[in-house]
């Protein structure tokens, strides 16, 4: 593996630290930022160099914040992330954005990591490897406390009991909204907000994607 110049080494540090504070990876303009860069092209040829070099994953589609660091990396770096054995803290993988407001298309790329502690998580806890993060989008969701950009902790699973916290998939996209059962409609998905209707599954067939466990929230 080629060796890394001082500026690909500054680049590569800036990723990692900006993924352990913020749950993500920087965009393109705050690596610009960052490194002094004019120029977009500036960032995205040092984010070629780096992934040429192998030290950045080959991303599986383009989006904006698709940039995650390889094994080698994280190894140079000395980052624990991935480091399964630690049972008081759990490195999930960020798989982009779920509207907590009206559905958009889902975005189910990894685009970085989010650690949380395992004291955070119910008992009994979720499997590990069944956990995953997504960032809440949109306002529907506020009187159950979770609000635009919160990073949701999300077990995988297809059925959840009614009053839960769910993520759903309809019609090809996603959304969070509280799992609900009425007598005579059946099953429907009820925001936490009276400006925003709720989604009954005889009016739009949805599936469960996964029950929110928990909730981690930045200060900016």
């Known amino acids: 593996m080629d060796k890394l110049t ?12 900006s993924m352990e504070s913020t749950g993500c990876a920087p965009t393109l303009r705050e690596i ?3 490194m002094g860069y004019s120029a977009v092209g500036s960032a995205q040829d040092l984010i070629s160099a780096l992934r040429r070099k192998g030290f950045l994953e080959e991303p599986s589609k383009q989006a904006a ?19 399964e054995e630690d049972p008081f803290t759990f490195a999930l993988p960020c798989l982009g954005s779920v509207p907590a407001g009206n559905p958009i298309e889902a975005v189910e790329d ?3 990591t989010l650690r949380i ?13 069944s956990l995953f993060a997504l960032k809440a989008k949109g306002e529907s969701m506020v009187g159950a406390g979770i609000l635009d950009g919160d990073w949701l902790v999300v077990a ?8 839960s916290i769910v993520v759903a998939r309809l019609e090809g996209e996603a959304t969070v909204k509280r799992l609900m059962k009425d007598r005579s409609r059946g099953w429907y998905l009820k925001p936490e907000n009276p400006a925003f209707k709720p989604i009954y ?3 739009r067939q949805f599936e469960i994607i996964g029950k929110v466990v928990a909730l981690q929230r930045g200060f900016h």
């Open 65 to 83: 914040r698709a940039i995650v660091p390889t094994i080698a990396a994280r190894d140079m770096l000395h980052d624990d992330s991935r480091d």
């Open 110 to 112: 990894r685009i970085g």
């Open 117 to 129: 502690s395992a004291s955070m998580l119910p008992k009994p806890k979720p499997a590990r490897d």
């Open 201 to 203: 599954a005889e009016d």
């Open 32 to 34: 610009c930022q960052f």
């Open 6 to 17: 001082s500026t690909q080494l500054k680049a590569l540090t800036f990723i990692r630290s």
């Open 156 to 163: 995988s699973q297809q059925t959840a009991p009614a009053n």
